[in-house]
């Protein structure tokens, strides 16, 4: 086994950069955004979505829904609802 791991480190980066970045955000409300925003931001990327193409989508349309139709935006069903789409223009 290797002695050094850069793969994981590099991946991990960014979190551990993050909290010490974190620790000073203000308000505990602004913290809690803050880690919600990070875990939306994170949820795409893991699905191999574009956290920005998600978050424009989702804010534009958000106004216009309702309660039940939220779960319809999630990462997951975003994603499945993308893949949807993209499979109907190959067609």
Not at 15 to 41: D, H, P
Not at 71 to 82: G, H, L, N, S
């Amino acid at each position: 086994m290797e002695i050094d791991n850069n793969l994981v480190e590099n991946a991990i980066r960014p979190t551990a950069i993050g909290k010490k970045n974190w620790l000073f955000i203000g308000q505990a409300e602004a913290g809690e955004r803050s880690a919600i925003i990070y875990t939306v931001i994170e949820s795409c990327r893991r699905r191999g979505l574009n956290p920005y193409a998600y978050l424009k989508d989702v804010l534009t349309r958000l106004p216009n829904m309702t309660n039940k139709q939220i779960p319809e935006v999630t990462p997951q069903a975003w994603a499945k609802t993308q893949r949807s789409l993209q499979r109907q223009a190959t067609s």
